[in-house]
């Protein structure tokens, strides 16, 4: 099982920047892929961004040149540094993570982040 606390929402104002933390703790092998995604009221949970224990990432193209995803390893904590941030980033932020034994993807408790304009 893991277990994933997620941290660093909040309100900010447009072109502004916050960064989330999602901490891993728990019984399990390894991580392979650690990442977040968004729910905006209204709409689907979409992928904003995530990374492989490999340190290979993919963004959504609307996140991307603004947003960057890291990784530590050895703290099995995923970042998201999000600046320039639009009105449209308002969402509820899940940190999400993958393993492969057993083959499952947890998700976090979600942390808001509202961008006034």
């Known amino acids: 099982q893991v277990q994933l606390v997620e941290s660093g929402g909040g309100l900010v104002q447009a072109g502004g920047s916050l960064r989330l933390s999602c901490a891993a703790s728990?019984?399990?092998?390894?991580?392979?892929?650690m990442g977040w995604y968004r729910q905006a009221p209204g709409k689907q949970r979409e992928l904003v961004a995530r990374?492989?224990?490999?340190?290979?990432?993919n963004y959504a193209d609307s996140v991307k040149g603004r947003f960057t995803i890291s990784r530590d390893n050895a703290k099995n904590t995923v970042y998201l540094q999000m600046n320039s941030l639009k009105p449209e980033d308002t969402a509820v932020y899940y940190c999400?993570?993958?393993?492969?034994?057993?083959?499952?993807?947890?998700w976090g408790q979600g942390t808001q982040v509202t961008v006034s304009s």
């Open positions: 999400n993570a993958e393993t492969v034994i057993p083959p499952k993807t947890y």
């Open positions: 728990g019984s399990f092998f390894r991580l392979v892929a």
């Open positions: 990374i492989t224990n490999g340190g290979n990432t």
